[in-house]
């Protein structure tokens, strides 16, 4: 079953007069299951590409179609809000959780804005923070567990509400070679106990080797990745 249907995506940004195009036209398919890695140099616009698919930016022509649906159609009826909480969960390179709640409660929020109820969301959340090691971190803040263990609490909220498609955004770029590995073994695990659908953009090859599916982006344009 397709999760993400891509084609012909185009997109620039505008600096004045300027047009500085940077997705020229991008195809792309994932199955259910598939496990896709793009790998590619500064600036040839992975980011800008995860986060046209995530919902966090827009587009200018072609077509993106997520679980079946077309991306324009949530945006149309002003949707977008639900699209980026229910069928995609992000992991950054930045671990972006909320400094004042604990790990729990940032897993929790996540389960929240899905309409789940408090008590069924903090069990969910207990549950995903075992499955991603870091269960006995529950109760902590961010600012009192490690990065590799943040990058951890990361994952469990982006997989808590089981998203259609996760996105994963140059997830190991601030981690050091021992949590890294680490990283790629857990997120290898996870896809194929859960049989997850997963997107990542890096430059780092061990990562990008991880995947069952290794593309190559380049000036804006995705290739198969032959030397992968
Ligand atoms: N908001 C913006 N306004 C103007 N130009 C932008 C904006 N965001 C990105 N760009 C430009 O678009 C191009 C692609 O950027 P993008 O962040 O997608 O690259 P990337 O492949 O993720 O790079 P990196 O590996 O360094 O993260 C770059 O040339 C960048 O300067
Ligand atoms: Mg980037």
Redesign the pocket.
Known sequence: MSILLVKDLEKS?R?GNLK?P?LRGVNLEINEGDFVSIR?S???????LLNVLGGLDDFDSGSLVVHGKNILDYRNRGEMHYYRSTMTGFIFQHHYLMPDFTVEENVMMSLRIRGIPAKIARTQARDILEQTGILHRADHLPSQISGGESQRAAVARALAGRPALVLAD?PTGNLDAENRHKFIELISDLQEKFKLTILVVT?EEELARAAGKKLFMEDGVIYDDAKA
């Open positions: 940004y600096k500085i940077v590619g500064s600036g040839t616009g992975k980011s800008t140059e430059h």
